[in-house]
Every structure is written in structure tokens, then in C-alpha cells.
């Protein structure tokens, strides 16, 4: 069965440093792959997703970038933090386009920049 | 920006009532998605209705859609403390892409 694994659940960072989110999945080959954030009453805004390695559309240009190196890994990453980057991070993956079959999302990671 | 909206955004109610939420949008759509979400985790798929489909039904879950008034609706019977969670509506346009609206906060009171 498939399944996707997220992590870490949470992290607390400082403005300015670094961010890496991981996320892989498993139990399926070539899946399209997304990151989320979810804002407190703002619901879900799509920050990346992806059709194959090495291939990533940016949906919300921002202080964010995303990397797909192996075909069901896709990291999330950041050079520098700013305050306005805490939120909930969720990866997803689908079969085909989201739109038509749905997304299965990970467990999300809780991000506070401090 | 957010297209879809859900009502009420917060609901509670005792175990073993029924629960109804609904979901408006404004354009044309292929099909409209129901998710779930406990607090703090993952959004978990429910049901995907197609715009030819009126009505879809999954164990206590019940959807239906109306595209003459763009709307739709979610039922869970005889609900559970379990069920508490937000719920949210997601519809794909022409353009392929997933609105979502801002998501129904459910409580039910054991």
C-alpha cells in the first residue's frame, strides 16, 4: 500500500536560518508531489508541486524553494527564515492530476520561526 | 484566493445526531472533494463527486452536489466523538487546478 512520510511534525527555527522539510513517499512510482501551507483561518495555499524529478512549478513566489532529487522525495527548503514563514507544512502526493483522482497528505510539520 | 466557501465554519452537536455542512463556489467544476482533518495533522480524503454525479454515499458519509446553485453538501450520520475534525470542500476548475475553501469545524459532544 502506499504511504507518505513527513517530517519532523515540528520545528521551531530563528529568522534567518535554514529550512529543510522532507518528505517521501512510498509504494507508488512517478506520483505528482505537492507541498502545502496552511495558515491559521486561511486555509490551504499551494506553495510547490511536481510531475517528475527535477521538474518543480512555484505556485506563490515567496522566501521558499522546493527540490524533487529522487522520484518519491521532495524537500522543501529555505536559505533564510522570515517570521511570516510559520505555519503548517503538508506534502501530498497523487495519482495523476489532484484535481481528478485527489491528493493523500502527509502528517504536516508545524513550523515557528522564533 | 479562496473560491470555495463552507457553512457554518463552526458546528456542534451531540453524538448520535447528524451532521450537515455545505460548500458553494463560483465556477464551473469537473468534480468537488471532501477532506478531513484532526487537529494538528493531515488532511484526509472522504469523497470526490464528479459533476455528472448528484449524490455519493461512503459508510456514514453522504454527498451531494447541485451545480445549478454551485453548491454542496456533506451529511455524517449518526456521528461519533471521532468525527470531530475540520472539513473541507476542494473543487477543480477548467483549469485543472484546487480551490479550497476555508473549512467547517466540527465538534460532537460525547
Known amino acids: 500500500s502506499q504511504t507518505i512520510h513527513q517530517w519532523p511534525a515540528t520545528l521551531v527555527q530563528p529568522v534567518g536560518s535554514p529550512l529543510s522539510l522532507e518528505c517521501t513517499v512510498e509504494?507508488?512510482?512517478?506520483?505528482?508531489l505537492y507541498w502545502y501551507r496552511q495558515a491559521a483561518g486561511r486555509g490551504l495555499q499551494l506553495l510547490f508541486y511536481?510531475?517528475?524529478?527535477?521538474?518543480i512549478s512555484s505556485e506563490v513566489p515567496q522566501n521558499l524553494s522546493a527540490s524533487r532529487p529522487q522520484d518519491r522525495q521532495f524537500i522543501l527548503s529555505s536559505k533564510k527564515l522570515l517570521l511570516s514563514d510559520s505555519g503548517f507544512y503538508l506534502c501530498?502526493?497523487?495519482?495523476?492530476?489532484?484535481?481528478?483522482?485527489?491528493?493523500?497528505f502527509g502528517s504536516g510539520t508545524r513550523l515557528t520561526v522564533v | 484566493s479562496q473560491q470555495g466557501e463552507e457553512d457554518p465554519q463552526a458546528l456542534s452537536i451531540q453524538e448520535g445526531e447528524n451532521a450537515t455542512m455545505n460548500c458553494s463556489y463560483k465556477?464551473?467544476?469537473?468534480?468537488l472533494q471532501w477532506y478531513r482533518q484532526n487537529s494538528g495533522r493531515g488532511l484526509v480524503h472522504l469523497i470526490l463527486?464528479?459533476?455528472n454525479e448528484r449524490e455519493k454515499h461512503s459508510g456514514r458519509l453522504r454527498v451531494t452536489l447541485d451545480t445549478s446553485k454551485k453548491s454542496s453538501s456533506l451529511l455524517i450520520t449518526a456521528s461519533r466523538a471521532a468525527d470531530t475534525a475540520s472539513y473541507f470542500c476542494?473543487?477543480?476548475?477548467?483549469?485543472?487546478?484546487?480551490?479550497w475553501g476555508l473549512g467547517t469545524s466540527l465538534a460532537v459532544n460525547p
Open positions: 476542494s473543487h477543480a476548475g477548467n483549469n485543472r487546478k484546487l480551490i
Open positions: 465556477t464551473s467544476i469537473n468534480n
Open positions: 463527486i464528479r459533476s
Open positions: 509504494g507508488t512510482s512517478n506520483p505528482n
Open positions: 511536481s510531475v517528475g524529478i527535477g521538474q
Open positions: 501530498a502526493w497523487s495519482v495523476g492530476r489532484a484535481a481528478d483522482y485527489g491528493y493523500t
